[in-house]
Protein backbone atom coordinates (compact mmCIF):
# COMPACT_ATOMS: atom_id res chain seq x y z
CA UNK A 1 0.00 0.00 0.00
CA UNK A 2 1.55 3.45 -0.89
CA UNK A 3 1.43 6.37 1.95
CA UNK A 4 0.68 9.66 1.37
CA UNK A 5 4.32 10.77 2.46
CA UNK A 6 7.56 10.17 0.86
CA UNK A 7 10.25 10.76 3.18
CA UNK A 8 14.20 10.74 2.01
CA UNK A 9 16.19 10.29 4.98
CA UNK A 10 15.79 7.47 7.96
CA UNK A 11 17.85 9.54 10.64
CA UNK A 12 17.61 9.83 14.33
CA UNK A 13 16.33 13.86 13.82
CA UNK A 14 13.63 12.73 11.45
CA UNK A 15 12.58 10.25 13.53
CA UNK A 16 12.12 12.56 16.62
CA UNK A 17 10.38 15.52 15.00
CA UNK A 18 8.56 15.50 11.30
CA UNK A 19 7.82 11.22 11.66
CA UNK A 20 7.00 11.80 15.78
CA UNK A 21 4.64 14.99 14.33
CA UNK A 22 2.56 12.52 11.94
CA UNK A 23 2.36 9.63 14.30
CA UNK A 24 1.28 12.24 17.02
CA UNK A 25 -1.60 13.65 14.49
CA UNK A 26 -2.55 10.41 12.55
CA UNK A 27 -3.84 9.33 16.81
CA UNK A 28 -5.99 12.59 16.32
CA UNK A 29 -7.05 11.89 12.93
CA UNK A 30 -5.22 14.97 11.70
CA UNK A 31 -2.14 14.19 9.24
CA UNK A 32 -2.98 13.14 5.53
CA UNK A 33 -1.61 9.69 5.76
CA UNK A 34 1.57 7.45 6.66
CA UNK A 35 5.35 7.52 5.75
CA UNK A 36 7.40 5.75 3.09
CA UNK A 37 11.77 6.09 4.29
CA UNK A 38 13.99 5.90 1.50
CA UNK A 39 17.16 5.40 3.05
CA UNK A 40 20.11 6.88 0.23
CA UNK A 41 23.54 5.56 2.12
CA UNK A 42 24.82 2.04 3.10
CA UNK A 43 26.30 0.80 6.23
CA UNK A 44 25.80 -1.50 8.80
CA UNK A 45 24.31 0.91 10.76
CA UNK A 46 21.90 2.21 8.09
CA UNK A 47 20.73 -1.47 7.22
CA UNK A 48 20.13 -1.84 10.85
CA UNK A 49 17.89 0.63 10.91
CA UNK A 50 15.96 0.58 7.72
CA UNK A 51 15.08 -3.37 8.44
CA UNK A 52 13.71 -1.82 12.02
CA UNK A 53 11.77 0.41 10.42
CA UNK A 54 10.49 -2.28 7.78
CA UNK A 55 9.46 -4.33 10.55
CA UNK A 56 6.38 -2.00 11.01
CA UNK A 57 6.55 -2.01 14.84
CA UNK A 58 7.40 1.34 15.41
CA UNK A 59 10.37 2.40 18.02
CA UNK A 60 10.44 5.25 20.67
CA UNK A 61 11.79 8.80 21.09
CA UNK A 62 12.99 9.39 25.24
CA UNK A 63 11.67 13.13 25.40
CA UNK A 64 14.18 14.49 28.36
CA UNK A 65 14.85 18.00 29.59
CA UNK A 66 13.15 21.21 31.19
CA UNK A 67 10.90 23.43 29.34
CA UNK A 68 8.34 26.42 31.27
CA UNK A 69 10.23 26.04 34.17
CA UNK A 70 9.17 21.85 34.80
CA UNK A 71 10.85 18.71 34.21
CA UNK A 72 9.90 16.20 31.69
CA UNK A 73 10.60 13.13 31.40
CA UNK A 74 8.60 11.06 28.93
CA UNK A 75 8.89 8.52 26.31
CA UNK A 76 6.49 8.97 22.62
CA UNK A 77 5.84 5.82 20.50
CA UNK A 78 6.17 7.05 17.01
CA UNK A 79 4.51 4.64 14.46
CA UNK A 80 3.94 6.86 11.24
CA UNK A 81 6.75 4.56 9.06
CA UNK A 82 4.92 2.44 7.48
CA UNK A 83 7.06 1.04 4.63
CA UNK A 84 11.00 1.57 4.24
CA UNK A 85 13.06 1.18 0.99
CA UNK A 86 16.60 1.28 -0.33
CA UNK A 87 17.01 3.97 -3.11
CA UNK A 88 19.90 1.00 -4.36
CA UNK A 89 17.72 -1.89 -4.10
CA UNK A 90 14.29 -1.28 -4.42
CA UNK A 91 14.43 1.86 -7.13
CA UNK A 92 11.55 0.68 -8.74
CA UNK A 93 9.37 0.79 -5.56
CA UNK A 94 10.65 4.35 -5.07
CA UNK A 95 9.08 5.36 -8.48
CA UNK A 96 5.66 3.55 -7.30
CA UNK A 97 6.26 5.63 -4.32
CA UNK A 98 7.10 9.18 -5.20
CA UNK A 99 4.36 8.66 -7.96
CA UNK A 100 1.76 8.11 -5.30
CA UNK A 101 3.23 10.37 -2.84
CA UNK A 102 1.11 13.85 -2.09
CA UNK A 103 3.73 15.29 0.12
CA UNK A 104 7.84 14.75 -0.35
CA UNK A 105 9.79 15.20 2.78
CA UNK A 106 14.11 15.02 3.69
CA UNK A 107 16.41 16.01 5.10
CA UNK A 108 19.59 14.37 3.38
CA UNK A 109 22.36 15.74 5.49
CA UNK A 110 25.16 18.80 5.44
CA UNK A 111 26.18 17.90 1.48
CA UNK A 112 22.72 16.35 0.90
CA UNK A 113 22.21 19.00 -1.98
CA UNK A 114 25.54 18.43 -4.30
CA UNK A 115 25.37 17.31 -7.47
CA UNK A 116 27.38 14.21 -8.92
CA UNK A 117 29.25 13.79 -12.50
CA UNK A 118 28.04 10.63 -12.91
CA UNK A 119 24.32 11.40 -13.35
CA UNK A 120 23.53 12.32 -16.96
CA UNK A 121 20.12 12.78 -18.66
CA UNK A 122 20.40 8.72 -19.48
CA UNK A 123 18.95 8.11 -16.26
CA UNK A 124 15.61 9.33 -17.71
CA UNK A 125 15.61 6.77 -20.04
CA UNK A 126 16.92 4.12 -17.37
CA UNK A 127 13.82 3.06 -15.04
CA UNK A 128 16.43 0.35 -13.59
CA UNK A 129 19.58 2.85 -12.97
CA UNK A 130 19.68 5.28 -10.01
CA UNK A 131 20.71 8.23 -9.63
CA UNK A 132 23.90 9.17 -7.35
CA UNK A 133 23.16 12.44 -5.79
CA UNK A 134 19.32 13.28 -4.35
CA UNK A 135 18.44 15.97 -6.70
CA UNK A 136 19.12 14.10 -9.67
CA UNK A 137 17.21 11.01 -7.78
CA UNK A 138 14.47 13.42 -7.22
CA UNK A 139 14.18 14.56 -10.53
CA UNK A 140 14.05 11.16 -11.75
CA UNK A 141 11.31 10.78 -9.68
CA UNK A 142 8.87 13.71 -10.83
CA UNK A 143 10.03 12.70 -13.73
CA UNK A 144 8.33 9.20 -14.00
CA UNK A 145 5.34 11.38 -11.72
CA UNK A 146 4.59 14.04 -14.37
CA UNK A 147 4.79 11.15 -17.28
CA UNK A 148 1.96 9.11 -15.50
CA UNK A 149 -0.11 11.61 -13.59
CA UNK A 150 1.17 15.35 -14.12
CA UNK A 151 -2.26 16.73 -12.23
CA UNK A 152 -1.96 15.55 -9.18
CA UNK A 153 -1.06 18.01 -6.41
CA UNK A 154 2.54 17.46 -4.74
CA UNK A 155 4.16 19.68 -2.09
CA UNK A 156 7.78 19.29 -1.41
CA UNK A 157 9.32 19.92 2.19
CA UNK A 158 13.16 20.10 2.09
CA UNK A 159 14.11 19.68 5.91
CA UNK A 160 17.96 20.92 5.10
CA UNK A 161 19.54 23.46 7.36
CA UNK A 162 19.66 25.50 3.86
CA UNK A 163 18.49 29.22 3.90
CA UNK A 164 14.97 28.93 2.07
CA UNK A 165 15.58 25.39 1.33
CA UNK A 166 12.78 24.63 -1.01
CA UNK A 167 13.53 27.51 -3.41
CA UNK A 168 17.26 26.40 -3.12
CA UNK A 169 16.42 22.90 -3.73
CA UNK A 170 13.70 23.68 -6.43
CA UNK A 171 16.64 25.48 -8.31
CA UNK A 172 18.74 23.30 -8.62
CA UNK A 173 15.73 20.37 -10.04
CA UNK A 174 15.49 22.75 -12.40
CA UNK A 175 19.03 23.19 -13.63
CA UNK A 176 19.69 20.28 -14.01
CA UNK A 177 16.13 19.74 -15.79
CA UNK A 178 17.34 22.16 -18.37
CA UNK A 179 20.89 20.93 -18.36
CA UNK A 180 19.18 17.37 -19.18
CA UNK A 181 17.23 18.59 -22.15
CA UNK A 182 13.93 17.70 -20.88
CA UNK A 183 10.58 18.84 -22.22
CA UNK A 184 9.26 22.64 -21.77
CA UNK A 185 6.18 21.05 -20.46
CA UNK A 186 8.17 19.43 -17.35
CA UNK A 187 9.91 22.44 -16.69
CA UNK A 188 6.75 23.44 -15.85
CA UNK A 189 5.58 20.79 -14.04
CA UNK A 190 8.76 21.09 -11.80
CA UNK A 191 8.82 25.22 -11.92
CA UNK A 192 5.08 26.19 -10.90
CA UNK A 193 3.05 23.02 -10.66
CA UNK A 194 4.74 21.65 -8.03
CA UNK A 195 5.34 23.34 -4.53
CA UNK A 196 8.44 23.90 -3.04
CA UNK A 197 7.69 25.22 0.58
CA UNK A 198 10.49 26.63 2.75
CA UNK A 199 10.54 25.43 6.29
CA UNK A 200 12.88 25.32 9.52
CA UNK A 201 13.36 22.80 11.33
CA UNK A 202 14.80 23.16 15.49
CA UNK A 203 15.24 20.43 17.66
CA UNK A 204 18.29 19.02 19.64
CA UNK A 205 18.33 15.22 18.89
CA UNK A 206 21.21 13.86 20.82
CA UNK A 207 21.62 10.19 20.67
CA UNK A 208 20.29 7.16 18.77
CA UNK A 209 18.60 4.17 20.35
CA UNK A 210 19.85 1.72 18.99
CA UNK A 211 18.44 0.40 15.79
CA UNK A 212 15.69 2.84 15.87
CA UNK A 213 14.31 5.58 18.29
CA UNK A 214 16.47 8.61 19.76
CA UNK A 215 16.53 10.81 22.62
CA UNK A 216 15.75 14.06 22.23
CA UNK A 217 15.03 17.63 24.03
CA UNK A 218 11.41 18.89 25.08
CA UNK A 219 11.76 21.44 22.18
CA UNK A 220 10.50 21.21 19.07
CA UNK A 221 9.65 23.41 15.68
CA UNK A 222 8.85 23.06 12.13
CA UNK A 223 8.47 26.65 10.60
CA UNK A 224 6.84 27.07 7.67
CA UNK A 225 6.44 29.32 5.07
CA UNK A 226 2.84 29.69 4.18
CA UNK A 227 2.29 29.17 0.45
CA UNK A 228 -0.69 28.94 -1.84
CA UNK A 229 -1.62 25.38 -2.84
CA UNK A 230 0.55 23.79 0.18
CA UNK A 231 -0.50 20.87 1.56
CA UNK A 232 0.83 19.73 5.36
CA UNK A 233 1.39 16.65 5.81
CA UNK A 234 -0.33 17.18 9.19
CA UNK A 235 -1.04 19.88 12.07
CA UNK A 236 0.83 19.77 14.84
CA UNK A 237 1.51 22.36 18.17
CA UNK A 238 5.39 22.21 17.02
CA UNK A 239 4.18 23.23 13.41
CA UNK A 240 4.18 27.14 13.28
CA UNK A 241 2.45 28.84 9.42
CA UNK A 242 4.38 32.00 9.32
CA UNK A 243 5.05 34.88 6.41
CA UNK A 244 8.37 35.37 8.47
CA UNK A 245 10.52 32.36 7.89
CA UNK A 246 13.93 34.71 7.95
CA UNK A 247 13.03 35.34 11.60
CA UNK A 248 13.01 32.12 12.72
CA UNK A 249 15.84 31.23 10.22
CA UNK A 250 18.35 34.27 12.36
CA UNK A 251 17.26 33.04 15.43
CA UNK A 252 18.09 29.66 15.49
CA UNK A 253 21.36 30.10 12.97
CA UNK A 254 23.17 33.34 15.36
CA UNK A 255 21.65 32.09 18.61
CA UNK A 256 21.60 28.51 18.82
CA UNK A 257 23.50 27.29 15.82
CA UNK A 258 26.15 30.01 16.43
CA UNK A 259 27.01 29.51 20.29
CA UNK A 260 27.28 25.19 18.82
CA UNK A 261 29.60 26.45 16.92
CA UNK A 262 31.71 28.65 19.18
CA UNK A 263 31.54 25.96 21.76
CA UNK A 264 32.84 23.61 19.33
CA UNK A 265 36.00 26.06 18.19
CA UNK A 266 36.90 26.17 22.22
CA UNK A 267 36.51 22.75 22.44
CA UNK A 268 39.18 22.37 19.58
CA UNK A 269 41.21 25.87 20.89
CA UNK A 270 41.65 24.17 24.23
CA UNK A 271 41.91 21.00 23.39
CA UNK A 272 39.09 19.76 26.04
CA UNK A 273 38.04 16.29 27.02
CA UNK A 274 36.78 14.28 24.07
CA UNK A 275 33.22 13.55 25.38
CA UNK A 276 32.62 16.64 26.91
CA UNK A 277 29.31 17.44 26.38
CA UNK A 278 27.61 20.90 25.28
CA UNK A 279 25.78 21.11 28.91
CA UNK A 280 28.95 20.29 30.57
CA UNK A 281 30.44 23.25 28.85
CA UNK A 282 27.84 25.40 29.69
CA UNK A 283 28.69 24.48 33.56
CA UNK A 284 32.46 25.56 33.09
CA UNK A 285 31.73 29.09 34.67
CA UNK A 286 34.71 30.58 32.02
CA UNK A 287 33.95 29.15 29.08
CA UNK A 288 29.63 29.94 29.96
CA UNK A 289 31.31 33.93 30.46
CA UNK A 290 32.65 33.47 27.05
CA UNK A 291 29.56 32.42 25.52
CA UNK A 292 27.11 34.82 26.86
CA UNK A 293 29.65 37.64 26.44
CA UNK A 294 29.45 36.71 22.60
CA UNK A 295 25.66 36.85 22.97
CA UNK A 296 25.73 40.30 24.52
CA UNK A 297 28.77 41.44 22.89
CA UNK A 298 28.78 40.73 19.40
CA UNK A 299 25.05 38.81 18.22
CA UNK A 300 22.44 40.97 20.08
CA UNK A 301 23.71 44.52 18.96
CA UNK A 302 22.86 42.65 15.35
CA UNK A 303 19.21 42.02 16.19
CA UNK A 304 19.09 45.63 18.05
CA UNK A 305 19.99 47.34 15.04
CA UNK A 306 17.43 45.54 13.52
CA UNK A 307 14.36 46.16 15.06
CA UNK A 308 14.85 42.46 16.45
CA UNK A 309 15.99 42.35 20.47
CA UNK A 310 12.44 41.64 21.72
CA UNK A 311 12.90 38.08 19.66
CA UNK A 312 16.11 37.54 20.32
CA UNK A 313 16.46 38.08 23.74
CA UNK A 314 13.07 36.21 24.14
CA UNK A 315 14.54 32.68 22.17
CA UNK A 316 17.87 33.62 23.94
CA UNK A 317 16.04 32.62 27.63
CA UNK A 318 14.38 29.59 26.18
CA UNK A 319 18.09 28.79 24.64
CA UNK A 320 19.58 29.12 27.85
CA UNK A 321 17.45 26.03 29.44
CA UNK A 322 18.54 23.74 26.42
CA UNK A 323 21.83 24.21 26.19
CA UNK A 324 21.69 23.40 30.26
CA UNK A 325 19.82 20.09 29.33
CA UNK A 326 21.66 17.37 31.38
CA UNK A 327 19.73 14.68 30.30
CA UNK A 328 20.91 15.04 26.46
CA UNK A 329 24.74 14.13 25.92
CA UNK A 330 25.02 16.38 23.40
CA UNK A 331 28.95 16.19 22.30
CA UNK A 332 31.07 18.77 21.40
CA UNK A 333 33.15 16.40 19.13
CA UNK A 334 29.76 15.52 17.00
CA UNK A 335 29.12 18.91 16.73
CA UNK A 336 32.45 19.65 15.47
CA UNK A 337 32.22 17.74 12.43
CA UNK A 338 32.41 19.83 9.12
CA UNK A 339 33.52 23.03 11.72
CA UNK A 340 34.73 25.14 9.03
CA UNK A 341 32.07 24.70 6.75
CA UNK A 342 29.60 25.21 9.69
CA UNK A 343 31.50 28.38 10.96
CA UNK A 344 30.96 29.84 7.48
CA UNK A 345 27.59 29.28 7.62
CA UNK A 346 27.15 30.49 11.05
CA UNK A 347 29.59 32.91 12.23
CA UNK A 348 30.13 34.98 8.44
CA UNK A 349 26.64 36.33 7.87
CA UNK A 350 26.34 37.50 11.45
CA UNK A 351 29.48 39.64 10.96
CA UNK A 352 29.04 40.80 6.97
CA UNK A 353 25.40 42.12 8.54
CA UNK A 354 26.94 44.13 11.44
CA UNK A 355 29.00 45.36 8.49
CA UNK A 356 26.30 46.29 6.43
CA UNK A 357 24.68 48.06 9.19
CA UNK A 358 27.69 50.48 10.03
CA UNK A 359 27.91 49.09 13.87
CA UNK A 360 30.99 49.92 15.40
CA UNK A 361 30.87 46.03 16.75
CA UNK A 362 34.66 44.51 17.14
CA UNK A 363 33.09 41.02 17.22
CA UNK A 364 36.57 39.64 18.67
CA UNK A 365 35.87 35.97 19.52
CA UNK A 366 33.95 35.62 16.69
CA UNK A 367 37.01 37.02 13.94
CA UNK A 368 39.78 34.87 16.06
CA UNK A 369 37.12 31.91 15.86
CA UNK A 370 36.92 32.69 11.49
CA UNK A 371 40.43 32.72 11.36
CA UNK A 372 41.39 29.94 12.68
CA UNK A 373 42.34 26.74 10.22
CA UNK A 374 40.21 24.35 12.68
CA UNK A 375 38.62 22.64 10.00
CA UNK A 376 36.92 19.87 12.03
CA UNK A 377 37.15 16.91 14.99
CA UNK A 378 40.90 16.31 14.89
CA UNK A 379 42.27 12.79 15.48
CA UNK A 380 44.11 13.01 18.56
CA UNK A 381 41.52 14.60 20.20
CA UNK A 382 38.90 11.90 18.99
CA UNK A 383 41.96 9.38 20.38
CA UNK A 384 42.33 10.90 24.11
Given at each position: ??????Q?????F?Q?????F??????????????????????????????A??????????????????????????D???????????????????????????????????L??????????????V????P????????????R?????L?????E?????G?????????????W??E??????V?????????????????????????A?????????????????????????????????????M???????????????????????????????????????????????????????A????????????????????????????????????????????????????????????????E?????????
Amino acid sequence: MTQAILQFGTGRFLQAHVDLFVSQALARGEAIGGITVVQTTDSPQSSARLAALASGLGYCVDIRGRMNGETVAETVFVDSVREALNAGRDWARVIEAATAAQVIVSNTAEHGYALAESDTAALLRDAGAVPESFPAKLLVLLHHRWSRNPAAALSLYPCELVSRNGDTLRALVLGLARAWGTEPAFLAYVGEHCVWVNSLVDRIVSAPIEPIGAVAEPFALWAIERQQRMLLPCTHPAIVLTDNLQRHERLKLMLLNLAHSFLAERWQADRRPRDETVCEAMNDPVLRAELEAVWRDEVLPVFEAEGEAAHALAYLAGLRDRLLNPFLAHRLADIAKDHGEKKRRRMAPLIARAKELNLDLPQRRLHAAMSSNAEGATHDQLQR
